[in-house]
């Protein structure tokens, strides 16, 4: 393993650079971040720095703090976008869903002749939306329609159309 030393060498500039920014009384240990490959041989406060490649690039170790907080503060709004949406896609389901309960459960009331339960049915069913009905011939076809809320204030409409055979048969 060619790199071990080197590595090792690496990994002790860093906590020499590391003791160096605590200050006076506050490193343990041996060593004093002085001599060879003990980092930049600058004082307490600077930004202790370690060759981490062959092309020179070097990464401040000071330069982190509060990276952590920002990348959150960064994510977290992208997050609570992708929840909202998911949420909003489960609820347009369940709205789908009660849409065509509803418009099937019209379909047959109108279909039987009993439009007074088919209204009643209708409110109850698809609270907040619409169902209209259609006959032609022997087939009653009721569409219901209402508005889906996705994040909030953005509304989607959602629209089920269910046929049923008209006269009860």
């Given at each position: 393993m060619t790199g071990g030393p080197v590595l090792v060498r690496r990994a002790r500039a860093v906590v020499a650079g590391l003791r160096q920014d605590r200050g006076p009384g506050l490193s343990s240990?041996?060593?004093?971040?002085?001599g060879?490959?003990?980092g930049s041989g600058a004082g307490p406060g600077a930004a202790a720095s370690v060759d981490v490649g062959a092309r020179g690039r070097t990464a401040q170790l000071g330069d982190a703090r509060g990276s952590v907080t920002?990348?959150?503060a960064v994510v977290l709004p992208a997050v609570v976008v992708?929840?909202?949406?998911?949420?909003?896609?489960?609820?347009?389901?369940?709205?789908?869903?009660?849409?065509?309960?509803?418009?099937a459960a019209v379909a047959r009331a109108v279909g039987r002749g009993d439009s007074a339960s088919a209204t009643a049915l209708a409110a109850e069913l698809a609270p907040g939306g619409t169902v209209r009905t259609i006959m032609s011939g022997s087939v009653v076809c009721a569409t219901a329609s209402a508005p889906v809320p996705v994040l909030g204030a953005v509304r989607l409409p959602a629209t089920a159309t269910v046929c049923a055979a008209n006269g009860g048969r």
């Open positions: 240990g041996s060593g004093s971040g002085s060879p490959g003990s920002v990348e959150f992708v929840v909202g949406l998911a949420a909003g896609l489960v609820a347009g389901a369940a709205m789908e869903i009660r849409l065509q309960v509803a418009g």
